[in-house]
């Protein structure tokens, strides 16, 4: 007999130890930790309790998943009502600029906007090369990752050369992408691809059906 010829047995006989209950304090095995032996009994509750404490780890990984969601579900709520009030481009841009720089602490925002109806003279209709808008043209989510879009770089000024990663999210017409949302950061680990990106793309829904209200 061999370890799998008892380990067979014992599955498909599960009244064993209900027939030979003295059993299972007479086996000995060696402690999973402290060295010695103790009953298979003891062995089992250890087992127990390292469940239990893998079950509460993970519990308390996903009661501050769901704290860190809510804090930013409000986040954004209190971006949107900022959005709706704005009766204009430049009240949108500049509620824009002010909740994601202070209200989301994203360090550098930038926006380009290019197919619209109506511009300003301002830094937000600097053209973009037609390289770029094939780019964003392709983006069916938000990139994250690292700062590799020197383009977007220029975007930022003399903060292109501290940026390490990026977030852009670009923004639609119905399927048409018209302009891109530019976030920046120092740290290479704010951004990066395999992140959540479900509020970064609502984010960028709202704003997009903002700015179209101004712009056409």
């Given at each position: 007999?061999?370890?799998?010829?008892?380990?067979?047995?014992?599955?498909?006989?599960?009244?064993?130890?209900?027939?030979?209950?003295?059993?299972?304090?007479?086996?000995?095995?060696?402690?999973p930790t402290a060295g010695g032996t103790i009953s298979l009994t003891e062995r089992q509750l250890h087992a127990l309790r390292d469940k239990l404490t893998a079950v509460?780890?993970?519990?308390?990984?996903?009661?501050?998943?769901?704290?860190?969601?809510?804090?930013?579900?409000?986040?954004?709520?209190?971006?949107?009502?900022?959005?709706?009030?704005?009766?204009?481009?430049?009240?949108?841009?500049?509620?824009?600029?002010?909740?994601?720089?202070?209200?989301?602490?994203?360090?550098?925002?930038?926006?380009?906007?290019?197919?619209?109806?109506?511009?300003?003279?301002?830094?937000?209709f600097i053209e973009v090369t037609e390289d770029f808008r094939f780019f964003a043209a392709d983006l069916h989510h938000p990139y994250c990752g690292l700062a590799n879009?020197?383009?977007?770089?220029?975007?930022?000024?003399?903060?292109?050369?501290?940026?390490?990663?990026?977030?852009?999210?670009?923004?639609?017409?119905?399927?048409?992408?018209?302009?891109?949302?530019?976030?920046?950061?120092?740290?290479?680990?704010?951004?990066?691809?395999?992140?959540?990106?479900?509020?970064?793309?609502?984010?960028?829904?709202?704003?997009?059906?903002?700015?179209?209200?101004?712009?056409?």
């Open positions: 007999m061999n370890a799998q010829d008892v380990v067979d047995f014992l599955n498909t006989h599960p009244e064993f130890f209900d027939e030979h209950p003295d059993l299972l304090a007479q086996i000995s095995v060696p402690h509460q780890t993970k519990l308390g990984e996903l009661v501050g998943f769901g704290e860190e969601n809510d804090v930013i579900a409000e986040k954004v709520h209190r971006l949107t009502l900022a959005l709706l009030q704005s009766e204009s481009f430049e009240t949108v841009t500049g509620s824009l600029y002010s909740h994601l720089l202070e209200d989301f602490a994203v360090p550098h925002v930038a926006l380009r906007i290019w197919n619209s109806i109506l511009k300003r003279p301002s830094e937000e879009q020197p383009e977007v770089l220029a975007w930022f000024g003399e903060a292109a050369k501290h940026i390490q990663s990026l977030a852009l999210v670009p923004l639609r017409r119905d399927a048409q992408v018209f302009g891109m949302l530019a976030l920046g950061s120092e740290d290479p680990q704010r951004f990066f691809p395999e992140m959540g990106t479900l509020y970064v793309e609502r984010i960028g829904e709202l704003v997009g059906a903002s700015l179209l209200k101004h712009i056409g």
